[in-house]
């Protein structure tokens, strides 16, 4: 899947953390959701009446609502490198 990223305007950076919006070329749909499920700990919400997600490794964390066509990807100021495997995955589906 195509997409684009922006800097998210969430204030995080005071943390360490930055949080950048993907911008996907489809809405989030629920085999999106569970084909993120090896990058981290996992939580769906699946119950609830705007479905959520949220993924955190030690380094990032990945959360964002099914239909959405965008997910926040937060991730350490030193450890930005770790942004690739999330690229890389999303670029495969």
């Known amino acids: 899947m195509s997409f684009t990223v922006t800097r998210s305007p969430e204030p995080c950076t005071e943390a360490g953390w ?3 919006q ?3 070329e489809r809405p989030v749909s629920r085999e999106f959701i569970m084909s993120l499920r ?3 700990s996992f939580v769906f919400l699946g119950m609830l009446a705007q479905p959520f997600f949220k993924i955190e490794s030690e380094h990032y964390m990945i959360k964002g609502l099914l239909g959405d066509d965008s997910i926040r990807v937060a ?3 030193d450890h930005l490198d770790e942004q ?3 690229k890389q ?3 495969r589906l």
Request: aromatic letters at 12%; a negative charge; proline letters at 11%.
């Open 18 to 20: 930055l949080a950048f």
């Open 22 to 24: 993907y911008h996907l």
């Open 38 to 40: 090896p990058l981290g």
């Open 75 to 77: 991730v350490h100021g």
């Open 84 to 86: 690739l495997p999330v």
């Open 89 to 91: 995955l999303i670029e």
